[in-house]
């Protein structure tokens, strides 16, 4: 089994999930009752998986988002569900697997998440505490913000109305500066070019 990831047979996962997903109705709903029904089953699956995803990651050192990781990840997911409302369910960190969280950011998978696009966050069952704590400390991030749209040729006057006179708790958040209709990622630059800019026009202003 954990050669399925070998060069030869890198497709299997992917295979796999394709056959489960394009399943009739009837037919999933007997394969996942088996499974719901079976924590056996579903801890002797998820072991298959996490250890050819391990011995994937350790031998090939893939790329965090390759059709295998994804594939992987999801059929994770899918066993996790199912044990979720299983009446014995095994452990939820069987599911968490050490190799795979070392090889994704927290940052890049909210960035992917936010955009609509395949994103870990979807598949949360194979994270580990770690790798989520992070993930929240980045969301929190992107909550407490305040963004402020700047005109250039109003700098002062936007600089005085929607930064110096900001409130108390807006002072406590990220403030993001944006110039009007321009493209640039306040990562700090933008910022920092913004109260240049403000502070030059004061003491021209003061000389």
Known sequence: MLQFFTKENNHVFSKLFEKITYMSVPAFQVFYNAIVCNPIFIRYLNEVVQNVLTSYINDQVPDPHTVQMHTASTIIELLSEANSICENPINPSEFVNA?????????????????????????????????????????????????????????????????????????????????????????????????????????????
Do not use: C, W
């Open 99 to 207: 190799s795979f969280n070392k090889r994704i950011f927290p940052e890049f998978e909210y960035k992917l998440y936010k955009k609509e696009l395949f994103s870990y966050i979807k598949t949360q069952s194979i994270l580990d505490v770690s790798f989520k704590s992070l993930l929240l400390r980045q969301y929190s991030r992107q909550m407490d913000q305040k963004s402020i749209v700047i005109r250039r040729d109003s700098i002062v006057e936007d600089g005085i109305n929607k930064v110096l006179k900001l409130d108390s708790e807006d002072l406590q958040k990220h403030i993001k500066i944006e110039f009007e209709n321009e493209n640039a990622q306040d990562s700090g630059g933008v910022s920092r070019e913004f109260f240049f800019l403000l502070f030059n026009k004061f003491f021209s202003a003061e000389s």
